[in-house]
């Protein structure tokens, strides 16, 4: 564990958190220090696929991340096992799949913040990272209630209804080359900056089929999982995003949760952005933080009770 003062308005401390196959998950946690002992909004910032903490807080302390602390907040960002400066065991071996990240990486994130932070705490993740964390939710009350509610950005479930050929094409062709090399080479072929377990890249091969949502032993059915997650959830997505995350599959992964309050937000010129999102600048740049995440922040008021 290591603290730092980055800026002098801003608290820096980096943590790891013990989890399954001895692994440790990376967290920086990142606060204002002008009132480091007042409680405040907490939210836990989850990336998605072939990604890392960077995804939301960049080595200056930038990105999106640093809008919610700029708002007050304080943030947790985490990197899923295998990416980023999480730590691996003795002995590495790419032997995880997407069930890994559901019934251990992201339960563990956030008993682990819960048990740091004094206030209401938000869980925030981008795309596959966003149905990892619903179906982790719905298995683990527990963990869901520790939270005030879930936000998910780019995030719906793969499926051959629409992407075309390249999908079936993309998808195969990632499967097939992790099966050869134990995982998926994304750093490689620049699809980003960490690879992938072949488990992994099996899952989503499995499912898109059929639009199955399950465990790869196929004893855990994910869409009913979602059936138990009762959090406010506010789910948006790209109008522009019809290969990753579309609308109308996101529309799917929302209609699935048992909340009662839930929110699926399509961003896009149709409903008043200045452009219609994709799938990472509806997080990341400008436009973003000028547009979407002041979105977010207002729903993130609404359900957190005060701190």
Known sequence: MSTHAVEAALLVEEFWVPTSGDHALHVTQVRPAASANVPRLGVLFVP????????????????????????????????????????????????????????????????????????????????????????ALGLAPDAQAMLSGVCTLSSAVNDYSDGGMKKRVQLGFSSAVAGLLGRFPAKALKQGPWDEPAGVMRQFTDWAPTGAFRSADGATDYWKALGQVTLPVFAGVGAADVFHASPRRAEKLVAHLGSAQKELVVLGRAQGLSWDAGHFDVVRGERARREVLPRVWSWMRQVSPPA
């Open 48 to 135: 998605g696929l072939f990604s890392d903490g960077r995804f939301f807080l960049g080595s200056q302390v930038d990105g999106p991340a640093r809008f919610f602390v700029d708002s007050g907040c304080v943030a947790y960002v985490a990197s899923l096992r295998g990416h980023g400066k999480s730590r691996w065991p003795a002995r590495r071996a790419w032997d995880w799949s997407f069930d890994t990240y559901v019934r251990h990486d992201v339960p563990d994130l956030v008993r682990a913040v819960r048990a740091r932070h004094e206030g209401p705490l938000i869980l925030l993740a981008h795309s596959m990272a966003g149905y990892a964390a619903l179906a």
